[in-house]
């Protein structure tokens, strides 16, 4: 009898990425390289410090569990908004309709007016920044923030929300903001 074999991983037909390190594991080239070949969904997340909204584009948006009903996402500790997120108890969550790659670029700009005069909000629950026209939000209550490297993950519980918008997901595939193909 012999014994089992382990698994072994695919064989790539082409090449390592390059002698950046890309085409090597652990690498942080190779984990961009792969996931922009994955589709993320496009959500606003956004805050209230101090009186002033903040809030930035996420692609790392997840459901997490039904019951309790909890989310998660990522920011870096760097961001300019990491300081709202870091000290509210609730936050919005946002997500797009593929009429909105304005404003996913908008919330993904470093040092841009987020919540100048060209965008639609209004203070909702808990004082959370609500944006206007999306496809669906929530206002979350934050449950944690995980060290994860230079960024946080963030588990939060839906508290109240809206599914009712209209229209189709806006998608972040590539490095850039698609609709759906039909």
């Known amino acids: 009898m ?11 037909s082409s090449a390592p990425l390059g002698p950046d390190r890309s085409g090597l ?5 190779l984990l961009r ?3 922009r070949r994955h589709a993320a969904g496009v959500a606003v997340i956004t805050a209230d410090l101090d009186g002033r909204p903040a809030g930035f584009t996420a692609t790392s948006l997840n459901s997490v569990s039904a019951d309790p009903p909890l989310l998660s996402f990522t ?26 790659r304005e404003l996913a670029g908008l919330f993904a700009t470093s040092g841009a007016d987020r919540f100048g005069l060209g965008t639609g909000w209004a203070e909702g629950p808990h004082g959370v920044p609500l944006l206007d026209g999306v496809l669906a939000w929530l206002v979350c209550r934050v449950v944690a923030r995980v060290p994860a490297g230079a ?8 508290v109240a929300g809206d599914p009712a918008g209209e ?6 595939h590539q490095g850039s903001f698609n609709a759906l193909r039909d």
């Open 25 to 29: 594991p652990g690498s942080p080239e």
């Open 75 to 100: 920011i870096g500790t760097g961001s300019s908004s990491w300081p709202a997120v870091r000290d509210s108890d609730h936050l919005g969550v946002h997500i797009l309709g593929e009429h909105q």
């Open 2 to 12: 012999t014994a089992p074999t382990a698994p072994t991983a695919p064989v790539s």
């Open 151 to 158: 960024h946080r993950v963030i588990i939060a519980e839906a």
């Open 33 to 35: 390289s792969v996931f």
């Open 167 to 172: 229209g189709r997901p806006l998608l972040y």
